[in-house]
Nanobody, 116 residues
Framework: QVQLVESGGGLVQAGGSLRLSCLASGSIFRLNAMAWYRQAPGKQRELVAVIGSGGTTNYADSVKGRFTISRDNAKNTMYLQMNSLKPEDTAVYYC??????????WGQGTQVTVSS
């Protein structure tokens, strides 16, 4: 059974930083593509950043240059370093794991609130 647990969310002032973590269990972590999504109130869930099993990364235009996605396969953990946070970054952030067979799993989410 794959389980994903996010942590690191919280309340921060605009311009501040947070680092989110996603701990995965129940799968061979290094084989999976991982991603961060977010969902703001009243909006659809959107892709923030993705990192492939080989380490290739891609970002939404809205976070390029401010957010950095990374993974530590030895710790079964993915990270999202968020700098220069803006109020519009406020959302619930979810991690998603995609297996080589294209099955995906979601974490429960962690709230990020950026005050102006």
């Amino acid at each position: 059974q794959v389980q994903l647990v996010e942590s690191g969310g919280g309340l921060v002032q605009a311009g501040g930083s947070l680092r989110l973590s996603c701990l995965a269990s129940g799968s061979i972590f290094r084989l999976n593509a991982m991603a961060w999504y977010r969902q703001a109130p009243g909006k659809q869930r959107e892709l923030v950043a993705v990192i492939g099993s080989g380490g290739t990364t891609n970002y939404a235009d809205s976070v390029k240059g401010r957010f950095t996605i990374s993974r530590d396969n030895a710790k079964n953990t993915m990270y999202l370093q968020m700098n220069s946070l803006k109020p519009e970054d406020t959302a619930v952030y979810y991690c998603r794991l995609t297996t080589p067979g294209a099955i995906y799993y979601w974490g429960q989410g962690t709230q990020v609130t950026v005050s102006s």
